[in-house]
């Protein structure tokens, strides 16, 4: 995976075979944001943000640090009640339903989430993977479904034969792929990835994003990302969010190439950021 | 070099001196109790001391097989009232409580942590021997059980503190409630560390004198069960060391040997653990 130029992006788009230019509106969608404002305290975070996360397709979600992507993200399942002062006005639907209206656990089981830095719990690969179905009550055979997910994440093969081999002895990026795992094992019908390859090398940052291509025929993927190229190489559809605005949500191969936005087209352009 | 660089470089080497004999001191003191135990009483421990009852005064031998029972009941029945307390104490102010109460209960912790012993011993005696109206094991291990409580509590909540945040988010995004959470994930990465500062909590119990002399009290015979009084090591010790008698010096030597090794196992033991094991790395 070549780093493309700026003004190479287009070329290198077509490259990576994302679906070119599909209609956002005639895809039925899996999450509905309607006019969401979010809060830390007195502090507003997002202002006013509608979008739509389509069924079986990757949405990124991108901009400059600070302008809340990652709260955006993290508002889909609920993450931000961690933190007390979090407050939301506005609507999130998952399959038409208000997910605030929805017991929490029972929301995360359906979106999932992969974070920033690779989190695997201190305990074997094997149990990290059966954690999830564990939980959740799961009572058939675990160790097919730890095979199917490490599989699914493109990690099966450098880990089965240790799987009972504590997770941090794994690399950072197979802690990652582990992670992901970890998050396919409950099926969810939402994954959710908050700038899963930031703290990876560029060839295990490869690996991920050849894996999220591929996983978009299992789940719906929205992923948060700083790397605009990124962004080009995987994604469908992609939101530009600056100072807590969506600015612009297009198809990907749009959004790089032809932005209506003058912001959108400053910030891809590397103007600021 | 001028006068003044030369006095720098001489206050410099003194005080690097000095750090380094009050170095040497802080060790030389365990060395030198250790050394002295030995030589009082390695001659003393033989397989009597721990398999023989003491014998009555004027009689040479016997042993303290009691006493070292009794500590033993006294530390087991000391950590099931005092770990429980502690442990489930430090997990509410970990996880569960504002700010504000766990401020007031941890100071109130260190508070009761500073509480000298003494004072535990005439509380214990006053609200468990008084009402039985007789001294016993059980009146002893709530002493000392009092006292594990702030360590374990302490330690409790500053190991699952430890715990990174991403960790505790990679669970609950699975979609664990936070008491899963806390069970299945928080609590085995920071087991460790817990069980370690129970063990030196135990280890630090395990030689107190003052809460048992009016609370275990003592006995020269097998303790006739937990409501009884009973002998144990350390007010063996104490006995024995104020009594006027040569060979009952010698066996107390003997006694302060084996309560060390004692104490020397527990920590050795809690720091084989804790260097053992799936390590969380500290992010």
């Not at chain 1, 605030?100 to 979106?111: E, P």
């Not at chain 1, 941090?168 to 992901?180: A, M, P």
């Not at chain 2, 750090?19 to 003191?29: D, I, M, Q, R, W």
Request: positive net charge.
């Amino acid at each position: 995976m070549q780093a493309p130029s700026k003004a190479g992006l287009s070329v290198n788009i077509a490259s990576t075979g994302v679906t070119k230019g599909e209609s956002h509106a005639a895809l039925p969608m899996r999450m509905t944001i309607s006019h969401l404002n979010f809060f830390y305290g007195t502090k507003q975070i997002l202002f006013d943000v509608s979008l739509g996360i389509a069924d079986k397709r990757v949405t990124a979600l991108i901009g400059p640090s600070g302008c809340g992507k990652s709260t955006l993200l993290r508002t889909l399942d609920r993450m931000h009640e961690t933190v007390t002062t979090a407050r939301l006005e506005g609507e999130i639907l998952l399959d038409g339903q208000n997910i605030m209206a929805q017991d929490v656990t029972q929301l995360r089981r359906r979106v999932g989430m992969v974070f920033q830095r690779p989190n695997p719990f201190p305990k074997s690969i094997f149990e990290n993977v059966a954690y999830g179905p564990r939980i959740n009550g799961f009572k058939g055979p675990i160790a097919e479904v730890v095979e199917k997910s490490l599989r699914n994440a493109a990690l099966w093969d450098e880990v089965k034969d240790h799987l009972h081999k504590s997770a941090y002895e794994l690399s950072g990026g197979q802690q990652q792929r582990l992670c992901i795992a970890r998050a396919l094992a409950v099926e969810p019908e939402v994954l959710l990835l908050d700038e899963p390859a930031s703290a990876l090398d560029p060839i295990s940052t490869a690996k991920i994003e050849e894996l999220l291509v591929e996983l978009k025929n299992l789940t719906t993927i929205a992923i948060v990302t700083h790397n605009m190229q990124q962004a080009a190489r995987i994604s469908d559809f992609t939101a530009f969010l600056l100072t807590g605005q969506l600015i612009e949500f297009s198809p990907t191969p749009h959004l790089f190439t032809t932005p209506t936005d003058p912001r959108t087209e400053a910030y891809i352009t590397g103007r600021f950021g | 070099m001028s006068a003044r660089l030369r006095w720098r470089k001489f206050v410099s080497n003194f005080m690097l001196g000095l750090t380094g004999v009050c170095a040497l001191v802080s060790v030389g003191v365990l060395f030198l109790i250790l050394g002295y135990l030995l030589y009082n009483g390695g001659t003393s421990v033989n397989w009597d001391f721990f398999t023989k009852l003491p014998k009555p005064v004027g009689e040479t031998g016997g042993g303290m097989a009691n006493a070292i029972m009794g500590s033993a009941k006294l530390l087991l029945a000391a950590s099931l009232i005092g770990v429980p307390i502690g442990f489930f104490g430090g997990i509410y102010l970990s996880e569960f409580s504002g700010s504000f109460t766990a401020s007031i209960v941890r100071y109130a912790a260190d508070l009761l942590n500073g509480v000298p012993s003494i004072v535990i011993g005439i509380f214990a005696y006053s609200v468990v021997v008084l009402p039985f109206k007789h001294f016993s094991t059980l009146a002893g291990a709530f002493a000392l059980g009092i006292m594990m409580i702030p360590i374990t509590l302490r330690s409790t909540e500053e190991f699952l503190k430890a715990v990174p945040r991403n960790l505790r988010e990679g669970s609950m995004a699975l979609g664990a409630s936070k008491w899963k959470t806390i069970t299945s994930v928080v609590v085995p990465a920071a087991y460790r560390g817990i069980l370690t500062s129970i063990l030196l909590a135990l280890a630090r119990v395990a030689g107190e004198t003052a809460p048992l002399l009016f609370t275990a009290f003592g006995n020269r015979y097998w303790s006739n069960g937990w409501t009884q009084p009973t002998s144990s090591l350390p007010v063996m010790i104490f006995n024995y060391a104020v009594s006027p008698y040569e060979d009952w010096h010698r066996q107390a030597w003997a006694a302060g040997l084996v309560l060390l090794g004692l104490i020397l196992i527990i920590n050795i033991v809690a720091r084989t653990i804790l260097s053992r094991g799936i390590a969380v790395p500290r992010s």
